[in-house]
């Protein structure tokens, strides 16, 4: 039985998957179950921030999968103490509470504003604000944090608590505030299933001084943002803002499970013992990982991430029936021409041997950090092969 078979037999059918089963990959490159070849722009959405399975990565992991797999939080381990400490050094906040994935590390980060705000100023300022077209996670409260209609359904009651906010617009925040109740303010810097939408950097700037005058935390979800992806380590160190709360996971930990708060002083001993736990949270294998990504990502690496992005933002904006290129880094997103569906473009690249996402309307991009400017250009012939076959 082949492995799509197998699928759909006995997995839930949650998953709208391509007819295309990856057996193998390495660097940019992933093999079929046929020996066919694919260029990856994906990086699992945006998780294989090094690529697959490079060398020094899957060696610490074996290594530490062979010598201590999994603990608990009951004992201390060295992977999960060193990476807490390179987090805070280079984000510049205070703490970190471990996770496994990105949906978790939000939950944590609301939970922590909401307890925050009670110790301060006492029940019934618990409402967290986020933006039209965000998105936070699939857990129930994630998702209700999440400002999309469309993925309001099914599940009522949703988690209260939450208001939604225009991006961009300082007149509704102010107001908001000013009605009182508020927790926190959590944002994407770039939207990603959102529809690669860039918060401008005045916006950033003013909605930090507005929280800071109400008390109500900056909760930046850089789940997909962070860890190199914009050509910084984290996207809001593009602007020298300094949130309360930094929520990570995805490109972390190089394509195993982690997620991780990181909490400023403001906040950093807000939840105390027994507040918050995570069985897998911190775990050794996945936190060595973590530890070989997060030492790749030096100064040279995000620099050259930074002219990676520039450049494949302008091969994308020269490609025919593309109309507007968004994002930051290599988180790119290309506008298409009226009346070509995104979804259809991706398909016809995957024929070719090329893996693309889409978001919203968008083409999306997430090629692993590492690809090279070569590489880059070999998967844009491969779209503008696409995309030429298309009428606007």
Known sequence: MNISTLDHTYTAQTYARFPTALVRGEGVY???????????????????????CDGEWQATVAAQAAQLQHVSNLY?????????????????????????????ANECAIKTARKYSRDRHGANRHTV?????????????????TAQPHFHQHFFPFTEGFDFLPANDLNALQQRLAQG?????????VQGEGGLNSLDGTYLQEAQKLCREHDVLLMVDEVQTGIGRTGKMFAFQHFDLSPDVL??????????????????????????????GSTFGG????????????????????????????????????????????????MLGAELAEGIAAADVVEQA?????????????????????????????GVEILREVLAGFSA
């Not at 109740?181 to 810097?189: D, N, P, S, W």
């Open 30 to 52: 992933a093999w079929d179950e046929q020996g066919k070849r694919y260029l990856d722009f994906t990086s699992g959405i945006g998780v294989n921030s090094l690529g697959w």
């Open 76 to 104: 201390y381990t060295r992977p999960a103490a060193e990476l807490a400490q390179t987090l805070v050094e280079k984000s510049g906040l205070a703490s970190v509470f471990f996770g496994n994935s990105g949906a978790e």
């Open 129 to 145: 604000l986020t933006l039209n077209q965000s998105f936070h996670g699939r857990t129930l409260t994630a998702l209700s944090a």
């Open 181 to 189: 109740g508020v927790c926190a303010l959590m944002l994407e810097i």
């Open 247 to 276: 929520t990570l996971a995805k490109g972390l930990g190089g394509g195993l499970p982690i997620g991780a708060a990181v909490f400023g002083e403001r906040c950093s001993d807000t939840l105390g013992k027994g507040d918050h």
């Open 283 to 330: 775990n050794p294998v996945c936190c060595a990982g973590a530890n070989v990504v997060m030492a790749r990502l030096d100064e040279t690496f995000l620099a050259e991430v930074r002219a990676k992005g520039e450049a494949l933002r302008e091969m994308l904006a020269d490609l025919p029936n593309v109309r507007g290129v968004s994002g930051m880094g290599l």
């Open 350 to 378: 995957r024929q070719r041997g090329l893996l693309l996402l889409t978001a919203k309307h968008k083409l999306r991009f997430l090629p692993p950090l590492i690809i090279s400017q070569a590489q880059l250009g070999e």
